[in-house]
Structure formats: structure tokens, C-alpha cells
């Protein structure tokens, strides 16, 4: 035999081999298949529950099972293996459940998962070696997914002061969420002083997002969060959907302050007189341009209503004076008065203006004289004065004297 002939027969007998083993592949076909749930969401589990039948005439001998998929579901790795062994010529083999985790990022679709059976047949020809190729699909439906954090300019507190936290409520995945119910649930190092602490939104469309506001009373603290509690259902109402997030705040040191009166309280109808207060940074951050003005009630008229200070630092004090009119109709008493302080401090963005406001007491005192009398009260006051001593001297002069009569 020359060489020619050779390669031609070698050719003919793998032609042949080939040919024959081919017969067997897809000897066996999926029977009785289940995909739950149903629909399958995303970020999920699913579960497919199969049978395999030997359509052939042939015993199938060490048959093996396995899946494989592409990402995202399987990202081409397969999963583990069934060993099934022997599957007789005719019958059906028993059940097997194959469990896939449907990432959160898989997008609504239809996906495959290729089911392969491998095994020997014992032919005349010889020990073949065949599979099967049966694929699967599904459609996978993917969820809404609700993110709460703050916004940037309400993720930064001061320590002292009451501050707005703008909390975005966004739907970061697929479909709309409806029927979303946000809580506040619990803080760490912050007073909620807001009456609102539930919020509901109807829906949520995909990529959107809606922002509340929640007012808070930050405490001397670096770090600080918020835990909401998120429920909210898929856009056909089918999933409800629950979580806990942690929305994370940080808290900058900040300047605070003690106001107190100092000086002799003014008087009914007194002009341009001035009234005394004491200021004194108790935060940790140094106090720069600050300014205070003042905001008083009848009877008192602020003239000059605004102190300034370049510089306040912690620990440190200022006097500050008011002038003020006091009007001559007033009573004596105690008044509030409304003092807002204006400031920069170094921590914070060059434009950006911290303020905050306090409460005090002003009292005012009778003016000089006659305490509690006005001034027809006083005249008249005199004017019985006068009358009653012209009575009184009246009353005093001497009768006229006469002979004695013997």
C-alpha cells in the first residue's frame, strides 16, 4: 500500500467513526421542565427542575450533566455535575434542580442555560462517545432597586447647630418601584427634630429620584448616620421589596454660642440708651466676621441693631452693645428679644455663611420719678397736694381775741 492509499483509508475510517458516534448525540431530550419562581426577578435565585428521556434504542452508560451559560448568569463556568450513570433506551431519569443567583445588574431579557449530557454507547462498532445539547430559556424581569443617601450639600453637619439633611430617595435599577415607603428608623449621634419622619412616594420611574428634607440637631461627633428602614413594590405590583440602609454623615467642628445680658436694664422713654450682652464661642472652630443683629418687640425700638467682631475664637468672649429707644407709652416687664449671629469659620467653603439665632430677655424698668405714675397722674397728684395744704393752713389761723368780761 503506498502512501497515498494509506492517508485515504485513514481519512475513510475517522469519516466513518465520526459518522457513527454522531448517531447517538442528542439520544436524550429534557422532560417535565419547571423554572421558579415565576417571573424570575433579578437579584434573585431561580430553580430549574428537569427530567432527562433516552430516546434511543442504545443503553446510555456514565452519562454526566451539566449547565453552562453565559454572564451574567453563569459567566461561562458551568455549575456542578450530576453523575446519572446508566439511562435505559426508552425511559426517563429522575428529577434534578439546578439553583442560579440572577444578579441585581441583569437586565430585563430572555436568557439561556445549555444543558449538556455526556455518556458511552456501546454499539457494534465499538465504545462511542455522544451528548446531548438542550437548552433552556427564561425570561428574567429585572427589579426596581431604591437608594437612600443625602445630597452633597446636606451630607456635611456642624456640630451645635440645626441643619436640613436633604435625603434622595432614587431608584437605581430597572422598572418603576411603586408605592415606596421610606422610615427613619433610628440616629446615631443626632437629634431628629422634625415632626415628618415617614415619607411615601406612588412611584418612582427608573433612574429617577425624589428628595425630602429632614431637620436634625448634630452632636459633637466626626462620623454620624441615619438608618431608614425602604419598602416598595415592582412596577406590576407582584414583588414587595424591604431594607434597612445606613445613610452616612460626617460632622465638621463648628463654632456655638452662649449669649448672655450684662449692664442696667433701660427705662420707660428712655432714647439712644444702650443694652449689654456677653458672647462666648463654647464650639471648637474659631469664629471669623461675625456679626449679630438684634430683633426686638414693642416697647423697644433697636437704633443700632448689628455688632460685629472680626474674630471670635474657641473658648474666647466679646461684649457686644445695642442702642435702643424704649417708648414712653410702654410698661415695665420682660421682652424677648431675637439675636442671629452671622459668621465664616475656616473649615468651611470660602463663600459659605453659618447662622444661627437665640432667644433672650430684656427687661425694662420704670423710668425716673414716681414709680408706676403717669404724667396726668402725677399732675393730678400734685394738684391734690397743692388743695389739700391750702386746707390745711386754713385750717390753722387764729381766731380773733376779745375783752374778757369780769
Same mark, same amino acid.
Given at each position: 500500500?503506498?502512501?497515498?492509499?494509506?492517508?485515504?483509508?485513514?481519512?475513510?475510517?475517522?469519516?466513518?467513526?465520526?459518522?457513527?458516534?454522531?448517531?447517538?448525540?442528542?439520544?436524550?431530550?429534557?422532560?417535565?421542565?419547571?423554572?421558579?419562581?415565576?417571573?424570575?426577578?433579578?437579584?434573585?435565585?431561580? #430553580?430549574? $427542575?428537569?427530567?432527562?428521556?433516552?430516546?434511543?434504542?442504545?443503553?446510555?452508560?456514565?452519562? &454526566?450533566?451539566?449547565?453552562?451559560?453565559? =454572564?451574567?448568569?453563569?459567566?461561562?463556568?458551568?455549575?456542578?455535575?450530576? $453523575?446519572?450513570?446508566?439511562?435505559?433506551?426508552?425511559?426517563?431519569?429522575?428529577?434534578?434542580?439546578?439553583?442560579?443567583?440572577?444578579?441585581?445588574?441583569?437586565?430585563?431579557?430572555?436568557?439561556?442555560?445549555?444543558?449538556?449530557?455526556?455518556?458511552? &454507547?456501546?454499539?457494534?462498532?465499538?465504545?462511542?462517545?455522544?451528548?446531548?445539547?438542550?437548552?433552556?430559556?427564561?425570561?428574567? @424581569?429585572?427589579?426596581?432597586? *431604591?437608594?437612600?443617601?443625602?445630597?452633597?450639600?446636606?451630607?456635611?453637619?456642624?456640630?451645635?447647630?440645626?441643619? #436640613? &439633611?436633604?435625603?434622595?430617595?432614587?431608584?437605581?435599577?430597572?422598572?418603576?418601584?411603586?408605592?415606596?415607603?421610606?422610615? &427613619?428608623?433610628?440616629?446615631?449621634?443626632?437629634?431628629?427634630?422634625?415632626?415628618?419622619?415617614?415619607?411615601?412616594?406612588?412611584?418612582?420611574?427608573?433612574? %429617577?429620584?425624589?428628595?425630602?428634607?429632614?431637620?436634625?440637631?448634630?452632636?459633637?461627633?466626626?462620623?454620624?448616620?441615619?438608618?431608614?428602614?425602604?419598602?416598595?413594590?415592582?412596577?406590576?405590583?407582584?414583588?414587595? =421589596?424591604?431594607?434597612?440602609?445606613?445613610?452616612?454623615?460626617?460632622?465638621?467642628?463648628?463654632?456655638?454660642?452662649?449669649?448672655?445680658?450684662?449692664?442696667?436694664?433701660? /427705662?420707660?422713654?428712655?432714647?439712644?440708651?444702650?443694652?449689654?450682652? $456677653?458672647?462666648?464661642?463654647?464650639?471648637?472652630?474659631?469664629?471669623?466676621?461675625?456679626? *449679630?443683629?438684634? +430683633?426686638?418687640?414693642?416697647?423697644? #425700638?433697636?437704633?443700632?441693631?448689628?455688632?460685629?467682631?472680626?474674630?471670635?475664637?474657641?473658648?474666647?468672649?466679646?461684649?457686644?452693645?445695642?442702642?435702643?429707644?424704649?417708648?414712653?407709652?410702654?410698661? %415695665?416687664?420682660?421682652?424677648?428679644?431675637?439675636?442671629? +449671629?452671622?459668621?465664616?469659620?475656616?473649615?468651611?467653603?470660602?463663600? @459659605?455663611?453659618? /447662622?444661627?439665632?437665640?432667644?433672650?430677655?430684656?427687661?425694662?424698668?420704670?423710668?425716673?420719678?414716681?414709680?408706676?405714675? #403717669? +404724667?396726668?397722674?402725677? *399732675?393730678?397728684? *400734685?394738684?391734690?397736694?397743692?388743695?389739700?395744704?391750702?386746707?390745711?393752713?386754713?385750717? $390753722?389761723?387764729?381766731?380773733?381775741?376779745?375783752?374778757?368780761?369780769?
Amino acid at each position: 500500500m503506498n502512501a497515498k492509499t494509506f492517508v485515504l483509508a485513514l481519512a475513510a475510517m475517522v469519516l466513518l467513526s465520526t459518522t457513527i458516534s454522531a448517531q447517538y448525540d442528542n439520544a436524550l431530550t429534557l422532560t417535565n421542565v419547571s423554572v421558579s419562581p415565576n417571573p424570575v426577578v433579578a437579584g434573585s435565585n431561580v #430553580t430549574i $427542575r428537569l427530567q432527562m428521556y433516552n430516546g434511543y434504542d442504545n443503553w446510555l452508560y456514565s452519562t &454526566v450533566l451539566q449547565a453552562s451559560g453565559s =454572564y451574567p448568569l453563569l459567566n461561562v463556568s458551568p455549575l456542578s455535575s450530576y $453523575r446519572i450513570g446508566v439511562v435505559n433506551p426508552g425511559q426517563t431519569t429522575g428529577y434534578y434542580n439546578y439553583t442560579l443567583a440572577v444578579p441585581y445588574t441583569a437586565p430585563s431579557g430572555t436568557y439561556t442555560v445549555d444543558f449538556a449530557a455526556s455518556y458511552f &454507547v456501546y454499539a457494534a462498532t465499538g465504545t462511542q462517545v455522544a451528548s446531548s445539547s438542550m437548552p433552556i430559556s427564561f425570561y428574567v @424581569q429585572n427589579r426596581p432597586l *431604591i437608594k437612600v443617601f443625602a445630597s452633597g450639600s446636606g451630607s456635611t453637619l456642624y456640630a451645635g447647630h440645626n441643619q #436640613t &439633611v436633604n435625603l434622595v430617595i432614587e431608584n437605581t435599577g430597572y422598572g418603576a418601584a411603586k408605592n415606596v415607603s421610606i422610615t &427613619v428608623a433610628r440616629t446615631t449621634g443626632l437629634n431628629v427634630l422634625s415632626s415628618v419622619t415617614s415619607f411615601y412616594a406612588h412611584n418612582i420611574s427608573e433612574g %429617577s429620584s425624589v428628595t425630602e428634607p429632614l431637620l436634625v440637631g448634630a452632636q459633637n461627633m466626626s462620623d454620624t448616620s441615619i438608618l431608614v428602614n425602604v419598602t416598595y413594590y415592582s412596577s406590576n405590583l407582584g414583588q414587595r =421589596y424591604s431594607t434597612s440602609q445606613q445613610v452616612n454623615l460626617s460632622v465638621a467642628p463648628a463654632a456655638q454660642f452662649v449669649i448672655s445680658s450684662s449692664g442696667t436694664p433701660p /427705662t420707660i422713654g428712655a432714647t439712644d440708651v444702650p443694652i449689654h450682652f $456677653r458672647i462666648t464661642n463654647t464650639g471648637t472652630s474659631e469664629a471669623t466676621q461675625l456679626q *449679630i443683629s438684634l +430683633e426686638s418687640p414693642y416697647p423697644l #425700638t433697636p437704633v443700632a441693631g448689628t455688632a460685629y467682631i472680626d474674630s471670635l475664637a474657641p473658648g474666647a468672649s466679646a461684649n457686644m452693645t445695642f442702642m435702643v429707644n424704649v417708648d414712653s407709652s410702654g410698661v %415695665s416687664g420682660s421682652y424677648p428679644v431675637t439675636l442671629t +449671629e452671622q459668621w465664616k469659620q475656616p473649615n468651611g467653603a470660602v463663600d @459659605q455663611q453659618y /447662622t444661627g439665632s437665640d432667644n433672650y430677655y430684656v427687661t425694662v424698668t420704670p423710668g425716673a420719678g414716681i414709680s408706676g405714675f #403717669t +404724667e396726668e397722674a402725677i *399732675i393730678a397728684i *400734685i394738684v391734690i397736694i397743692a388743695v389739700a395744704m391750702a386746707l390745711r393752713k386754713k385750717s $390753722r389761723k387764729p381766731k380773733p381775741s376779745g375783752k374778757e368780761k369780769k
